[in-house]
């Protein structure tokens, strides 16, 4: 009661004569009355932090989360100074002030867009975030000649090559939103698929076409598929999406080395819209016919039976006979270890399935 009181007060007080006048009285003087104001509010702050619950007890021992408490744990798990870090973190913060400025000069809504897509391009969305995994550095799944980290290196989860989709390859069309986002798992496809192509809708659209209609293999003319679920809750398909023509996997048989498989990525309806524009065919999977849940679980706010985009991804490739049902494994296997690393970095209690789930 005191401190709502102490804040009614402090919003009223240097507008109204009469409360500056009780101030006085009660306080002797405003500066009496800011320096109580003060101490209340740095009490409360103390004691709203001292109630936050803690990830540290034992059912939650396996916590990151202290890796990215204070720029001295992060100079040390990067094996940098102090300095680099804050002059990492005050860069990044100068870039967001001339992506504003420039917004604010701006009124062509492509100009504003392309100064959007840039900064996300060259920045990510955290300044120790790898440009690879789009792991937070500390925990990079990249192997150890390419992670800075020295504690969590990717050394014991990606030992063997790459893998040679024997198709056009997959591209995963990229909203600006979703770029460099550590929940994202696609980018873990890059690590896992020799052919694999992340791309960004706002920059990137010239090599789109280019890739649609050449193709990476030589000799085969490509035919450009849009992943896309056949239905959701959360995603009604627009009518422009419903003018497109649906192919099933039986239609691609013989056709595999052929596939350039176009993944969108973003929230639902971001992803709607850049579907509605691809012109190209959609392959919706048939249901699984057992209801398993998201290895992304972990990670949502919400628990939900959608399948994560290296999920819906590794199935489409190993229903089309792209992917052997241990390559398919280790596809899962990659992305299950950056969500669960990602979950205990950002100190989030374990839900959700253990594991990869056996795809045997």
Known sequence: GTMVACRTIRLLAWRHCYVRALVWILFGSPQVFSSAIHSFSFVHQNSKRQRRPVYSDASTSDSLSHLMSSPERYARVLNITKTKVI?????????????????????????????????????????????RCWSYLPICLCPRDHSPSTELGATDIIQRQKINVKCQGVLLWTHSDEWGSPSNTGSTLSLTLQNCHVLMKGLHESRLKELAETGSRHGESPIPIVLWPESSNNAQPTKSMEAHRDVSIEDLKGKESRILLIVPEGTWRQARRMVSKLPYPRLSLPPSGDARQSILAPLRKQNGDTLCTAEAVGLALEQLGLLSVEEYSHVLHVAFEKIDRTRRYQGKPKRGPEGPLDCG
Do not use: T
């Open 87 to 131: 002059e990492a973190s005050k860069k990044r913060q100068k870039a967001v002030l001339a992506l504003q400025r420039s917004l604010e000069e701006s009124i062509d809504p492509q100009e504003r867009q392309n100064a959007v897509c840039q900064h996300r391009y060259k920045y990510g969305k955290h300044p120790f975030v790898c440009s």
